[in-house]
Every structure is written in C-alpha cells, then in structure tokens.
C-alpha cells in the first residue's frame, strides 16, 4: 500500500502477509458450514478430474506391455493432445465457472429481492447476506450463505444462463477447429515434440495421435458443460458421467488392443469412444436444468468471454509450453527416457488433480461471494482451501513416496526403464505440497475474476522456466528436466500466493 513520508512524497509498501494460511487453522477439517460446502463441491470435482487422468494411466499400462516403444509413443501423442485441448478449452472452463456462478447468485438475490419489496419493511433494502452485516467478524466464526442449486430448479424450473450457451456454442467450435489441426498437422507436431522422421516412435504415435483426434469435438464440448456444472455448483454429474465414459475405456482397451490385434491404434479407439459417451450424457442432464436457447444473441455475451478468455489463453499457452517442451525435451534423450517421463509425468499429474478439486470449490464459492461483496466469506473461503490443499499435498507426497516404488512394474517391466523411473520419484512425491497450492491459488485468483493478473504472472513464470528447462536438460539430462519442473510449479505458487500475500487487486479489503 502507498504510505506518505514527512517530506510528502509517497512509497510503495509491498507488505507482504502470510496471515491467510493460518486463519482459524484449527478448524480446517471441521465439517461446519463453509467445510460442507468444499466438502461437496471439492469432492466429486476432483474424483472428475483425476478420472481422465486415471484413463490414460491404463492406457498407459496396457500399451507398456506391447513394448517400450509404443509406451513412449503414445506418451508423446497424449502429451500432445493433452496440450493442445488445454490451449483450447482450459480459459473458457474457466471463465465459464466464474460467469455461471456470478449470473446464478446474482439471479437468484434478484428474486429474492424482488420478493422482500412487496414487504414494507423492505423498502430501499438491498439483499445483504448475513455475514456482511459485521464487518469485524473474526473469520472463525463466518459461514458463507449455501446456493442450493436443486432447490432453485424445483422452484423455477429450468434457469436461463446465457454463459451456459455460450460456452457451449464456442466448445463446439473450438473441438471441431482442434480435430482438423491435430488429423492434418500430426506429423509436423510429433517432429517438433522430438518424434523425428526414421523414428520408430514416429508410425505408432502418428496412428494414436490422429484417431484420438476425432474425439476431440467430444473432449471440448464435455469440459466446457463440465464448466457449466461447476458455476452451478453441482460437481456430482460431471463426476457420473465422466466415471461412466472411462470405465467404459478401460473396458474397451484390452479388447480391441489384444483381442482385436489392434495395438495403439484400439487404445485410440476406446478412448474417443469414452468420450462421445461422456458428452451426450452431460448433455442430456444439463438440457434437463437450464434453458439453452438463449432469447437473443445478444445475450451470449461472446464479448465478455474473449476479452476474458484471451487473458486466460496468455495464460495456459504459458504453462502449455513449459509442460509440453519438458515432454519434448525427454523425447529428444530416447524412448527409454521418454517412456519413464511419461509415466513420472502421468503420476504427477493425475494426484497433482486432486487439489484441483479444491481449487473449483474456492473459484465457484468465491464468485459467488463476490457477487454478493460478501469479503467475510471471501476470506474464510480463501483460508479453508489453502490449508485443506497443504494438507492434502502433504498427504500424497507420504502415499506416492511409498506407493511408486512398488508399483512402477505396472507400468513397465523394461529393466532400463524402471531405473529411471526410480530417479524421477523423488521428484514426484516431493512437489506435491507445492503442486497441490499452486493449483489451489489459480482457483483463488479466478473466483476472485482476477484474470489478468494470473495471465501475466503465468508469462513472466514460463519465460524464468522456460530458460531453466533448456539450461539444466542440456547440462544433466533426465534429472535437469525434473530440476526444472519443480522450479517451474515452485514459482507457479508463489506468483499465486503474491496477489493476496500483498493484499492487492480485488484483495484489497483484506487490509481493512
């Protein structure tokens, strides 16, 4: 904050405050109101988006036994995939949740403002939800109003949500833009991921690559209803469906690998499968609860998701670009290190996802609050899944410490492999704690719409990381990329942590 000196002039006081993480700590399992409320959320949420993940560990399994180089393949085409639908997808998911919880709790306090005026006590009232009535409340002791999505639907029937079909209509767009680049661009993006031609990596990859690319349409379209879902605060369908499509993969994996004969090119297959199954059944529930037919265009408000959606495409294109040339990075050493990469990387990230169920509870509370200018709530809510995603980092650094070391064979049975496998666990089980906050600081950061600054913060961390990645894979190969990781996610943190930590930007009451 700016504090004025005696001669008159002003300085700049970037104070920084670590007092968020330990607010009422105490209570951070309590199942009181706000701790159900993330519990509910939180939950299905991360069950959801580890369940994709999980999938491609199976794949993953189930390739390894043909050979090492059809493993390494297909983790250069998953990895490449995975890339490029999060270039596509990952800003309007989030965007989407932000303005569906806005447009719900705003909709919602509307009725029943519009209700309390025909009392006349409520004359020149504005709805004002408990805890905003004391400013000086200790956290402890704030419990954040609870949306009651179901109870609101019985009442009024379908909602209108106007980011609802837009999100829909530019998932759409955007899944069909995606399959023809990855079918016609394949092998140009497999040579700059490492995978050059003579390869032998380069005809499996190739294959996977481009049949997995028809589901893309399916991938989009499910992750920007999933959005949808999230700002309406209802984590359990997306869960459902999304357990249904990939227990439907794994299902169909071992059939048309091994009894088909079909290799790569049947794990392709089953997957694009999954996901058309998860799409139309997500479709099916969300034209159950809103109205998708907007009145007009007008109401789409295309304007308002690009301006924001370009921030957050900043954004992932720089984190998209560190996780991608790490990938690209570990190809270029050999299939044997590729293929260990892969399975360190899958790991990784499918636990790493746990705490993003956590950060889409404190994105689709904190919106709402928000809206409301409810900031006792905003902070409690801030503190809560701080501490819960600390704790659940430093959990799966313990289980994936013990669990990796023992369970590497699923993956491969190649000696050389395994050994380097063994390598990069130490890596894996020690960034979970630091993985787990700065996935639960980006929720923080866009419940609060502050999408510019996590835009900008993301550049400036990837251009640092980007320049260690190149200087420490060159110097000391497989072990610099994963130096490099962990700098990278440990930078991540704290440029999330630097927004409330200097009580700036839409944290600015906290100084009050």
């Not at 993953?60 to 090492?68: D, E, K, L, N, S």
């Not at 959005?227 to 993969?249: Q, S």
């Not at 990645?469 to 440029?495: C, D, E, K, P, Q």
Request: hydrophobic share 50%; glycine share 6%; net charge neutral.
């Amino acid at each position: 904050m700016a504090e004025k000196h005696d001669d008159g002039g002003f300085v700049l006081n970037r104070r920084i405050s670590f007092s968020i993480f330990f607010n009422n700590f105490r209570s951070v399992f309590k199942l009181d109101e706000l701790g159900s409320e993330i519990a509910r959320i939180a939950f299905p949420a991360a069950l959801a988006l580890t369940a994709d993940p999980i999938a491609s560990l199976v794949d993953t399994a189930f390739i390894g036994q043909i050979g090492p180089v059809e493993l390494a393949a297909v983790g250069v085409a998953i990895a490449l995939f995975n890339q490029v639908s999060r270039i596509a997808i990952f800003p309007l998911v989030s965007v989407t949740t932000s303005f569906v919880a806005e447009e719900d709790t705003t909709s919602a306090d509307s009725k029943y403002t519009s209700e309390d005026s025909l009392s006349p006590d409520s004359e020149n009232q504005k709805l004002i939800p408990p805890t905003a009535l004391h400013s000086d409340e200790n956290p402890r002791d704030v419990e954040c109003p609870r949306d009651s999505f179901e109870m609101s639907k019985s009442e009024e029937g379908r909602k209108h949500i106007p980011s609802a079909s837009s999100a829909l209509i530019i998932g759409a767009i955007l899944g069909l833009i995606q399959a023809t680049f990855l079918i016609l661009e394949a092998k140009p993006l497999l040579s700059f991921m490492g995978v050059k031609a003579g390869s032998d990596m380069l005809r499996p990859a190739q294959k996977y690559l481009q049949l997995r690319s028809l589901g893309a349409p399916a991938v989009l379209l499910s992750l920007a209803m999933q959005g949808v879902f999230r700002g309406l605060k209802d984590t359990k369908t997306p869960l459902y469906a999304t357990v249904a499509g990939d227990l439907t993969n794994i299902v169909l994996d071992p059939i048309f690998i091994f009894v088909f004969k079909l290799g790569v090119v049947g794990a392709a297959i089953a997957h694009v499968i999954s996901q058309y199954l998860i799409s139309l059944m997500l479709f099916w529930r969300l034209t159950e609860l809103v109205n998708l037919v907007p009145p007009s265009l007008k109401h789409l408000q295309f304007d308002r998701f690009l301006k924001n959606g370009f921030l957050l495409l900043m954004r992932v294109i720089a984190v998209t670009f560190c996780v991608t040339l790490s990938a690209s990075l570990a190809a270029r050493l050999g299939s044997k290190q590729m293929a260990a990469f892969q399975v360190c990387l899958q790991v990784w990230l499918a636990t790493s996802l746990l705490a993003d169920g956590l950060a889409v509870a404190g994105q689709a509370i904190l919106a709402s609050a928000f809206a409301r200018e409810d900031h006792a709530c905003a902070t409690a809510t801030v503190s809560r899944v701080l501490q819960l995603g600390l704790a659940l980092g430093m959990l799966l650094a313990v289980v994936l410490g013990f669990g990796l070391h023992f369970g590497a064979r699923i993956f491969t049975k190649d000696a050389d492999v395994l050994k380097l496998i063994a390598v990069g666990i130490p890596f894996v089980t020690a960034t979970q704690p630091i993985n787990a906050l700065a996935f639960v600081f980006d929720g923080v950061n866009f419940g609060a719409s502050d999408f510019a600054y996590s835009a900008y913060s993301m550049v400036t961390v990837a251009v640092i990381s980007i320049i260690v990645l190149l200087i420490l894979s060159s110097s000391n190969g497989f072990v610099g990329i994963w130096v490099a990781l962990t700098i990278y996610m440990s930078l991540r943190a704290f440029a999330g942590f630097w927004r409330i930590g200097t009580e700036s930007g839409p944290w600015k009451f906290l100084r009050s």
